[in-house]
Nanobody, 125 residues
Framework: QVHLVESGGGLVQAGGSLRLSCVASGRTYTNYAMAWFRQAPGKEREFVASISWSGGRTYYPDSVKGRFTVSRDNSKNTGYLQMNSLKPEDTAVYYC??????????????????WGQGTQVTVSS
């Protein structure tokens, strides 16, 4: 079993920045892709970013491209989501997830095996 814990959420004004972290513990895997998703009240969960095991490939939807950056430090079993130029529409609970035995990352939430509990991000206008 893998346990994921997100941190770094909070309240920020529009235009501000936040950096989310996701620490994986428990059973370790040699290869796993990592992704971030978010869910706003009354909306479906949506893809935000993903990163391959090596970190060499990253994926973003157009809504966050150029503002968000996903990264990871495999030595620390930790992933990061740097969020800049935040907008009120970025307000949501942000979740990290991992897909085990995966070298390449995907954008489909159904591919991911383990999920964190989420961290709230609120952007005020």
């Amino acid at each position: 079993q893998v346990h994921l814990v997100e941190s770094g959420g909070g309240l920020v004004q529009a235009g501000g920045s936040l950096r989310l972290s996701c620490v994986a513990s428990g059973r370790t895997y040699t290869n796993y892709a990592m992704a971030w998703f978010r869910q706003a009240p009354g909306k479906e969960r949506e893809f935000v970013a993903s990163i391959s095991w090596s970190g060499g490939r990253t994926y973003y939807p157009d809504s966050v491209k150029g503002r968000f950056t996903v990264s990871r430090d495999n030595s620390k079993n930790t992933g990061y989501l740097q969020m800049n130029s935040l907008k009120p529409e970025d307000t949501a609970v942000y979740y990290c997830a991992i897909e085990v035995h995966a070298t390449w990352a995907t954008t489909n939430e159904k591919d991911y095996d383990y999920w964190g509990q989420g961290t709230q991000v609120t952007v005020s206008s």
